[in-house]
């Protein structure tokens, strides 16, 4: 392969993981080694371990190193298909000293890097540990600017804890992982549960150990104004909840509804008697040919027409006055007492009858 073919290769390879390449890689895609060299003697890449490099522009730095590392334990694999199997992903987590440098916690000196694997592993690198362990699912995730697999906080504390690590170093770690909100109080007191004499307390001491932890994750008192802003946010829905439960009670009346719930509001007194006793008797005429009644009826229907009211006729079954009289002839004139409508009210209930639009409980 030409040194442009393969510098394009190794290119395209390395943008989709971080900027590094194994020579497995490579070699699948027809970059052999002597032209990785040739590409590493032209400054196209870099030697980052044995069997890993970096694309020339790609910032080195500690993290990339445990990143190549951590290709060096599957090189055939790209990380993409590591990270997307179930399987392949816990074969080899980012874990202790490594971990926490991940996630920002901590204080320590630098000591190699670390995994935990699935199976027991050696490495012939001398600076790179392998920790066997099986891992649930809740002691390992993704790491969010990384893409590794890397260990809880809650996790990595508990494992610095059994390698020997002193109590105050890990309560620094609790410290720094609750101020930055990287754990929660009841992990961090599960993942150590017994080993309480760690941190001087009596083993089994679940009470002492909770107490410990929860000195670093203290409680956040809300400013005043976030407890109204909450409440005024709520208040609407909580109307709503209270207009719900009440139309699904048979008790409350049309009427009553009708005068709590017209527009999400209520109406002036005076107004809502004079139009509950116009909707129930149906006496005035010209009241019920406004054409805002026609409106009126379908927002009553709407709201009412499910539930239980059998002191009164619906709106449906009242009578309405015409409401073009243009088009009748001057001897032509209708009343409500003459007038009957021939369909058959299918929205009246009767006592003990099931709530039409309702499926029968």
Same mark, same amino acid.
Do not use: C
């Given at each position: 392969?030409?040194? /442009?073919?393969?510098?394009?290769?190794?290119?395209?390879?390395?943008?989709?993981?971080?900027?590094?390449?194994?020579?497995?890689?490579?070699?699948?895609?027809?970059?052999? $080694?002597?032209?990785?060299? *040739?590409?590493?003697?032209?400054?196209?890449?870099?030697?980052?371990?044995?069997?890993?490099?970096?694309?020339?522009?790609?910032?080195?730095? /500690?993290?990339?190193?445990?990143?190549?590392?951590? =290709?060096?334990?599957?090189?055939?694999?790209?990380?993409?298909?590591?990270?997307?199997?179930?399987?392949?992903?816990?074969?080899?987590?980012?874990?202790?000293?490594?971990?926490?440098?991940?996630?920002?916690?901590?204080?320590?000196?630098?000591?190699?890097?670390?995994?935990?694997?699935?199976?027991? @592993?050696?490495?012939?690198?001398?600076?790179?540990?392998?920790? *066997?362990?099986?891992? *649930?699912?809740?002691?390992?995730?993704?790491?969010?600017?990384?893409?590794?697999?890397?260990?809880?906080?809650?996790?990595?504390?508990?494992? $610095?804890?059994?390698?020997?690590?002193?109590?105050?170093? $890990?309560?620094?770690?609790?410290?720094?992982?609750?101020?930055?909100?990287?754990?929660?109080?009841?992990?961090?007191?599960?993942?150590?549960?017994?080993?309480?004499?760690?941190?001087?307390?009596? /083993?089994?001491? *679940?009470?002492?150990?909770?107490?410990?932890?929860?000195?670093?994750?203290?409680?956040?008192?809300?400013?005043?104004?976030?407890?109204?802003?909450?409440?005024?946010?709520?208040?609407?829905?909580?109307?709503?909840?209270?207009?719900?439960?009440?139309?699904?009670?048979?008790?409350?009346?049309?009427?009553?509804?009708?005068?709590?719930?017209?527009?999400?509001?209520?109406?002036?007194?005076? =107004?809502?008697?004079?139009?509950?006793?116009?909707?129930?008797?149906?006496?005035?005429?010209?009241?019920?040919?406004?054409?805002?009644?026609?409106?009126?009826? @379908?927002?009553?229907?709407?709201?009412?027409?499910?539930?239980?009211?059998?002191?009164? !006729?619906?709106?449906?079954?009242?009578? =309405?006055?015409?409401?073009?009289?243009?088009?009748?002839?001057?001897?032509?004139?209708?009343? !409500?007492?003459?007038?009957?409508?021939?369909?058959?009210?299918?929205?009246?209930?009767?006592?003990?009858?099931?709530?039409?639009?309702?499926?029968?409980?």
């Amino acid at each position: 392969m030409k040194g /442009a073919e393969a510098a394009e290769t190794v290119g395209d390879l390395a943008s989709q993981q971080w900027g590094l390449v194994t020579t497995a890689q490579a070699a699948a895609h027809g970059v052999d $080694l002597p032209s990785l060299r *040739r590409l590493a003697m032209r400054e196209v890449i870099t030697r980052i371990r044995h069997g890993v490099y970096a694309t020339t522009g790609t910032p080195l730095s /500690a993290e990339l190193e445990v990143k190549a590392h951590w =290709l060096a334990v599957h090189p055939d694999l790209m990380a993409a298909e590591r990270t997307s199997d179930p399987q392949l992903v816990v074969e080899a987590v980012v874990s202790h000293t490594t971990a926490a440098e991940l996630w920002g916690v901590g204080d320590f000196w630098p000591d190699g890097v670390h995994f935990t694997t699935a199976v027991r @592993r050696r490495s012939r690198q001398a600076d790179v540990y392998f920790h *066997r362990a099986d891992l *649930r699912d809740s002691d390992w995730v993704l790491h969010p600017t990384s893409g590794m697999p890397v260990t809880t906080v809650a996790r990595t504390v508990a494992d $610095l804890a059994d390698e020997g690590h002193e109590a105050d170093h $890990l309560l620094g770690l609790a410290a720094d992982a609750a101020r930055a909100s990287l754990t929660m109080e009841r992990d961090l007191v599960e993942a150590l549960a017994g080993k309480e004499e760690v941190f001087g307390l009596t /083993a089994g001491d *679940r009470a002492g150990l909770a107490r410990l932890v929860g000195e670093y994750f203290p409680t956040v008192e809300l400013d005043p104004r976030i407890y109204e802003e909450i409440d005024k946010a709520m208040r609407p829905i909580r109307e709503q909840i209270d207009t719900l439960m009440r139309s699904l009670s048979p008790q409350i009346t049309m009427s009553e509804n009708l005068e709590r719930t017209v527009d999400g509001g209520s109406l002036v007194p005076d =107004l809502f008697e004079d139009l509950r006793k116009k909707v129930m008797t149906g006496t005035d005429e010209k009241f019920l040919a406004l054409p805002a009644t026609a409106e009126i009826a @379908r927002l009553t229907e709407a709201a009412f027409g499910k539930m239980v009211v059998p002191e009164y !006729p619906t709106l449906a079954s009242l009578p =309405l006055k015409r409401q073009n009289e243009e088009s009748a002839g001057p001897n032509d004139q209708e009343t !409500p007492e003459n007038h009957q409508d021939p369909r058959p009210d299918h929205r009246r209930v009767e006592k003990g009858s099931e709530t039409p639009g309702k499926e029968p409980e």
